[in-house]
């Protein structure tokens, strides 16, 4: 199963995908994480994205589309992958789309977690993970490149008839409840 979990910065992608990985047995493929661990290890790839992420704008799309195709071809995700944080564009949703149909893949779900503007900005300021990216400044930035970059994307998967909205409002397991129910149906 190839799963999609998105939504803007601070919707909870990254606590239900973990919660996913572990209720569906899948492996799990962040670019945030991927770009976060080079930069911690100071690889070419870190230097390259550090402050592009420092700023909270977009990493450019040929280079994580580059990350996420070498990586999807590893065999550990033959089964299936639960993607957080890809794709952030429409260039990438559509490279996705291109690189599952060549490998006879598909998208089988496209989670899309709705949480109100306001209660945004207030998780990720009480998140406390000592992100370069989570002050107030860099958090307005974040939100103005999702709703200009990123939000096409969910337009362009209703459009295709498989976004699945899920209310992101409430506690970490109302949210899983609610996309198990929404997976399993
Ligand atoms: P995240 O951990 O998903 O919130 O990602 C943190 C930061 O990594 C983002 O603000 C971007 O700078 C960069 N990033 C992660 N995934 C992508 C992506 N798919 N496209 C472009 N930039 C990305």
Known sequence: MNI?????????????????????????LSTGNIFRENIKNETLLGK?????????????????VELVADELKKEK?????????????????????AFFEENNKK????????????????????RGEGRS?????????????????????LNYYEVKGQAIHINGTGTIDDIFDRIKTALDS
Request: hydrophobic residues 35%; without cysteine; charged residues 30%.
């Open 4 to 28: 999609i979990i998105f939504g803007p910065p601070g919707a909870g992608k990254g606590t239900q995908a973990e919660k996913l990985i572990e209720h569906y047995n899948l492996p799990h």
């Open 48 to 64: 390259k994205v550090k402050s592009i992420m420092d700023d909270g704008k977009l990493v450019p799309d040929e280079t994580v």
């Open 77 to 97: 995700y033959n089964d299936g992958v639960i993607l957080d944080g890809f794709p952030r564009t429409v260039t990438q949703a559509k490279t996705l789309d």
């Open 107 to 126: 998208v089988d779900a496209f989670l899309t977690l709705d949480v109100p503007e306001s209660e945004l900005v207030k998780r990720i300021l009480n």
């Open 133 to 153: 990216d989570d002050t107030p400044e860099k958090i307005k930035t974040r939100l103005k490149v999702y709703r200009e970059e990123t939000e096409p994307v």
